[in-house]
């Protein structure tokens, strides 16, 4: 017997009705209808603490910027709360049908990027806090985003239901279908930006259309060669990131000159230890491409503050770029009440994670642990820069569109868990009928009332003087 065969125990497998039982043990203990209660507990932990706890650790001198992006508007302010909403929802009865979670599955963090073949794919594409826990957790967070964004669009009542209940009904039946096929066809399951195109102009009026078509475009033609006119600059023959503080800073204004080599040479070997979680054939085509510049850059609403840095790299010649993104990858806001990562690489948790949910995921995904500037050593995530990455244009959705956009969110969702946890077991918890679409829409519009208490909690600490906000 091998030692991969003593250690690694054989996986049991249930029969689809075993599995179907599953899901209905499960209804039995955590009935669908709990999913539409919500109550803050009379000990719920002060909002804006929680956001001062997450940014302790982050780049101090960039946290205002958060607070600032943060305080736009409701919806802004939910987009960098996901910890806040973890925290709410550990005191809520659970199931027990755990599949990979996003982790912050809210109507932004879904959107197009380039599979392997080039082709333009919807799904999820963001993997922060991914780790594994109770399925409704990335369903609730998802609905109640559409609720928050139904509000920041002044949708009425009846509005913003038609959408919730079509993002909640929407995971559910593709849970059912998935249900139903073969695992082979769930792991390759995909949805094609020219199929969701076909799917939104029977939805959609022309005006609608034409804008989501005009936003594919845009998001084609973001890759490497669109970031290099954009982000660079050719200084004495050679190219070099733009300096733009505070949105875009090379490294070589954030240290002396006499500092800079130094950092360059462990900028190297950095690289080198993330070309070895790649693939093959994917190192291969890297190391074609040097080394030519670095910039620390502020990314996302509830990201800002996190280290990123973008990496400039040449192949043939300046016609041949690669950008690359390193974003610091910290512990989960999920692990605090679901448990730690298996992974002691947090930049692994996060490709793990990602490559687990998505259909087709970028061939530079990769991790590394190193050092920065200040001796700390930190987790890192590394992908391409843009690479068709697109989200859809919430501010100019109509209720027609955003009802639209939210059933393809909740299959997109659907077929990520379907990847990871079990579909049988899940469809069967959620049944035939819409008791557990009208409980998650219901909850959805009770989380939006809270989100906006503590969007004013936020905003009171910043009139205060609590906090410093700053726009940009």
């Not at 009379?42 to 302790?56: C, I, K, M, T």
């Not at 959805?444 to 906000?469: C, K, P, S």
Request: charged content about 25%; hydrophobic content about 40%.
């Amino acid at each position: 017997m091998s030692s991969i065969e003593t250690q690694a125990p054989r996986p049991h497998h249930l029969t689809l009705a075993e599995r179907a039982s599953v899901g209905r043990g499960a209804r039995a203990r955590v009935p669908r209808s709990v999913h539409g209660e919500w109550r803050p507990a009379p000990d719920r932990a002060d909002p804006v603490g929680l956001l001062e706890e997450q940014g302790s650790s982050r780049v101090q001198e960039l946290v205002p910027l958060r607070y600032g992006r943060m305080l736009v508007n409701p919806f802004t302010f939910f987009r960098g709360s996901a910890y806040l909403m973890a925290a709410d929802l550990a005191g809520a009865p659970r199931t027990d049908l755990t599949v990979q979670l996003c982790g912050d599955a809210h109507l932004s963090n879904f959107g197009s990027f380039a599979a392997p073949d080039r082709r333009l794919v919807f799904g999820l594409n963001d993997f922060d806090e991914t780790l594994p826990g109770p399925f409704e957790w990335d369903v609730k967070r998802m609905v109640a985003s559409f609720a928050v964004a139904g509000r920041d669009r002044e949708f009425d009542d009846a509005a913003r239901r038609a959408v919730n209940m079509a993002a909640a009904s929407s995971y559910r039946e593709a849970m059912r279908e998935l249900a139903r096929m073969r695992k082979l066809d769930v792991w390759y399951a995909r949805l094609d930006m020219d199929e969701l195109d076909a799917l939104m102009s029977s939805q959609i009026e022309s005006k609608q259309l034409k804008r989501f078509r005009k936003n594919v475009a845009k998001a084609q033609a973001k890759n490497s060669l669109k970031a290099f006119s954009k982000l660079v600059e050719i200084v004495d023959g050679r190219p070099r990131l733009i300096h733009d503080p505070p949105m875009i800073a090379r490294i070589q204004e954030l240290m002396p000159d006499n500092e800079f080599h130094e950092v360059e040479d462990t900028l190297h070997a950095i690289l080198h230890i993330y070309r070895g979680t790649l693939q093959g054939d994917h190192r291969h085509l890297l190391e074609g491409f040097r080394f030519t510049d670095a910039a620390r850059k502020v990314v996302g609403v509830g990201s800002v503050g996190t280290r990123a840095w973008i990496v400039l790299l040449i192949g043939n010649d300046d016609q041949d770029p690669l950008f690359l993104q390193a974003k610091e990858a910290t512990a989960s806001v999920l692990e605090p009440f679901l448990g730690k990562s298996a992974y002691t690489s947090h930049g692994q948790r996060v490709v793990e994670g990602q490559r687990l949910m998505q259909s087709a995921s970028d061939v530079m995904l990769g991790w590394v642990r190193a050092s920065g500037f200040d001796g700390v050593e930190r987790d890192f995530f590394v992908r391409q820069l843009w690479d068709g990455k697109g989200s859809a244009i919430v501010e100019a959705m109509n209720p027609t569109a955003m009802t639209g956009y939210a059933r393809m969110c909740g299959w997109t969702l659907a077929r990520a868990h379907a990847r990871s946890g079990d579909p049988v077991a899940i469809a069967s918890y959620l049944g035939s009928g819409d008791r557990f679409d009208r409980a998650v829409s219901a909850f959805a519009e009770a989380y939006a009332d809270q989100n906006e208490r503590d969007y004013a909690a936020l905003r009171r600490a910043v009139d205060d003087g609590r906090v410093v906000a700053q726009r940009g």
